[in-house]
């Protein structure tokens, strides 16, 4: 069964590729061919592309440019297989570009083959790492296939490796509004995006945006999949499968909407008490939960069971204080080690979209060892992820308490800053990174930004033109560019 044609699935690659992407094959009426069937992309007559494109295959089977351009033909056209196989082929004949792997994954999401999208997806970043565009792709994949919590991952990634990749900020802040109920977070990753696309930004308004008011022409954004939330009592026995398989952080999301939902209902709140106090072994939210429980059911039989726990508790996070006073004085060689643990925990359980967990783990990690000014910058960045921007700023900042030179933290505290239109703050963080480091790419992209929205054209073309000297292939480079050339002489 065919599936009709997509105008654009995300904002994540453009869809025509140029011929000179790929060198292979030999000459003649073969790259006249190629040139023909490009040119028809070009102005969208795909069958006439197609024609072509067939010919150019036929005279240059080894011409990775033919094959892939085939594909996109194919694939405008609804003929999704004939697609997929003509991508599998130009991935073959061109190993070190990622773009083909790209392209099928596009496909094979259109066909919802969310399996073999992502295992393509796998192969196109270790072409190339950490590339914010395949990041991006894997996140559509989970988002499409109703992952949200995989989704959120593969986005933060995308902007942990560049905070001011467009479509990233774009698709999280479509992920945030829809499938998190996060509105504040929505607002400060949507407004991020306005800043770094500008005048490409279909949306340019932010109720629209927020009331979901569809623009006049066709947005690129993650297709939006309707989710009926289940009920509270729904919620807690999916939690409980949920813990059954250890998927610990799932089920605290479910038992924190199901709290929501009925915050009367006595099963949710313990439930939650009982994670964080049995599962991720969170002291501090476990005797705050089983408070609550206990003043607000006191007469519930398991109100004397949280009573006992409380109990239990309160001396371990008196003696845990005192462990932090001495800690703080001299780390002992067993605390230094018990630190480094927590700290490998928290990366575990931030690699697993675990929040909390991870939250908790650099904590420990860091109240153990308060050298450790690496597991205050991961704690930022999980802060962020959440959308917790106070909190994050506040992480950055004491990172740089304890490194002054972390380079990479005074970066995301510009970035935050930002994102809360404090830019005074943000421009003295990013000098700092200048004074030490004057060639950091991503610091003169930031400020190109700032100096852009804060209308010093002649600063802002300087950050931007050394960007794009320093990261000519970075994503953003393009918008940069097509800044610079829409400036022309004006200042």
Same mark, same amino acid.
């Given at each position: 069964?065919?599936?009709?044609?997509?105008?654009?699935?995300?904002?994540?690659?453009?869809?025509?590729?140029?011929?000179?992407?790929?060198?292979?094959?030999?000459?003649?009426?073969?790259?006249?061919?190629?040139?023909?069937?490009?040119?028809?992309?070009?102005?969208?007559?795909?069958?006439?592309?197609?024609?072509?494109?067939?010919?150019?295959?036929?005279?240059?089977?080894?011409?990775?440019?033919?094959?892939?351009?085939?594909?996109?033909?194919?694939?405008?056209?609804?003929?999704?297989?004939?697609?997929?196989?003509?991508?599998?082929?130009?991935?073959?004949?061109?190993?070190?570009?990622?773009?083909?792997?790209?392209?099928?994954?596009?496909?094979?999401?259109?066909?919802?083959?969310?399996?073999?999208?992502?295992?393509?997806?796998?192969?196109?970043?270790?072409?190339?790492?950490?590339?914010?565009?395949?990041?991006?792709?894997?996140?559509?994949?989970?988002?499409?296939?109703?992952?949200?919590?995989?989704?959120?991952?593969?986005?933060?990634?995308?902007?942990?490796?560049?905070?001011?990749?467009?479509?990233?900020?774009?698709?999280?802040?479509?992920?945030?509004?829809?499938?998190?109920?996060?509105?504040?977070?929505?607002?400060?990753?949507?407004?991020?995006?306005?800043?770094?696309?500008?005048?490409?930004?279909?949306?340019?308004?932010?109720?629209?945006?927020?009331?979901?008011?569809?623009?006049?022409?066709?947005?690129?954004?993650?297709?939006?999949?309707?989710?009926?939330?289940?009920?509270?009592?729904?919620?807690?026995?999916?939690?409980?499968?949920?813990?059954?398989?250890?998927?610990?952080?799932?089920?605290?999301?479910?038992?924190? /909407? $199901?709290?929501?939902?009925? #915050?009367?209902?006595?099963? =949710?709140?313990?439930? !939650? *008490? %009982?994670? +964080?106090?049995? &599962?991720?072994?969170?002291?501090?939210?476990?005797?705050?939960?089983?408070?609550?429980?206990?003043?607000?059911?006191?007469?519930?039989?398991?109100?004397?069971?949280?009573?006992?726990?409380?109990?239990?508790?309160?001396?371990?996070?008196?003696?845990?204080?005192?462990?932090?006073?001495?800690?703080?004085?001299?780390?002992?060689?067993?605390?230094?080690?018990?630190?480094?643990?927590?700290?490998?925990?928290?990366?575990?359980?931030?690699?697993?979209?675990?929040?909390?967990?991870?939250?908790?783990?650099?904590?420990?990690?860091?109240?153990?060892?308060?050298?450790?000014?690496?597991?205050?910058?991961?704690?930022?960045?999980?802060?962020?992820?959440?959308?917790?921007?106070?909190?994050?700023?506040?992480?950055?900042? /004491? $990172?740089?308490?304890?490194? #002054?030179?972390?380079?990479? =933290?005074?970066?995301? !505290? *510009? %970035?935050? +800053?930002?994102? &809360?239109?404090?830019?005074?703050?943000?421009?003295?963080?990013?000098?700092?990174?200048?004074?030490?480091?004057?060639?950091?790419?991503?610091?003169?992209?930031?400020?190109?930004?700032?100096?852009?929205?804060?209308?010093?054209?002649?600063?802002?073309?300087?950050?931007?033109?050394?960007?794009?000297?320093?990261?000519?292939?970075?994503?953003?480079?393009?918008?940069?560019?097509?800044?610079?050339?829409?400036?022309?002489?004006?200042?």
């Amino acid at each position: 069964m065919k599936t009709s044609p997509r105008k654009s699935a995300c904002m994540v690659f453009p869809a025509v590729l140029l011929a000179g992407l790929f060198v292979s094959g030999c000459g003649g009426s073969g790259e006249s061919n190629l040139e023909e069937g490009l040119a028809r992309l070009r102005e969208n007559n795909y069958q006439l592309a197609v024609k072509s494109l067939e010919k150019a295959v036929d005279q240059m089977p080894d011409n990775a440019s033919a094959r892939c351009n085939l594909g996109i033909a194919y694939w405008k056209l609804g003929q999704h297989k004939d697609a997929a196989s003509c991508f599998k082929k130009a991935a073959e004949l061109s190993p070190e570009d990622v773009r083909p792997l790209e392209f099928l994954a596009q496909v094979l999401m259109d066909m919802q083959n969310w399996n073999e999208a992502r295992s393509v997806l796998v192969q196109a970043d270790k072409r190339h790492p950490l590339s914010s565009r395949v990041l991006t792709s894997m996140a559509l994949v989970e988002f499409r296939a109703g992952n949200n919590t995989q989704a959120l991952s593969r986005l933060t990634q995308a902007l942990n490796a560049d905070p001011a990749y467009a479509p990233a900020l774009y698709n999280m802040a479509i992920l945030q509004r829809d499938r998190m109920n996060n509105k504040e977070a929505a607002t400060n990753y949507f407004q991020n995006y306005l800043k770094i696309a500008g005048s490409n930004s279909r949306i340019k308004d932010m109720p629209q945006f927020l009331n979901k008011v569809p623009p006049r022409e066709p947005v690129q954004q993650v297709p939006v999949k309707v989710v009926k939330q289940p009920p509270a009592d729904s919620l807690i026995t999916s939690a409980r499968k949920a813990i059954d398989k250890q998927e610990f952080d799932s089920a605290l999301e479910m038992l924190k /909407q $199901a709290v929501s939902k009925n #915050p009367t209902d006595p099963a =949710a709140i313990w439930e !939650l *008490a %009982v994670l +964080y106090d049995k &599962q991720l072994k969170y002291d501090e939210k476990a005797l705050e939960i089983y408070l609550k429980f206990v003043k607000q059911f006191p007469k519930e039989p398991r109100a004397a069971v949280a009573k006992k726990r409380i109990d239990e508790i309160q001396p371990l996070i008196k003696q845990l204080s005192q462990q932090k006073q001495d800690i703080k004085s001299v780390p002992s060689e067993k605390n230094l080690e018990a630190a480094q643990n927590a700290f490998q925990e928290g990366l575990e359980y931030q690699n697993d979209q675990k929040w909390d967990a991870a939250i908790a783990s650099y904590k420990r990690a860091f109240d153990l060892d308060n050298s450790l000014s690496v597991a205050l910058y991961n704690l930022g960045l999980v802060y962020k992820t959440k959308g917790d921007l106070n909190l994050s700023k506040q992480a950055f900042g /004491q $990172a740089l308490n304890v490194e #002054p030179n972390m380079t990479k =933290a005074h970066y995301m !505290l *510009a %970035v935050v +800053y930002n994102m &809360q239109k404090e830019n005074k703050y943000a421009i003295e963080e990013l000098n700092k990174i200048f004074r030490a480091d004057p060639d950091y790419a991503k610091a003169h992209l930031l400020m190109g930004v700032i100096m852009r929205d804060e209308n010093d054209i002649e600063s802002a073309k300087a950050h931007f033109t050394k960007y794009i000297k320093l990261a000519p292939e970075d994503p953003s480079a393009k918008m940069a560019q097509e800044w610079l050339n829409s400036t022309g002489n004006r200042r």
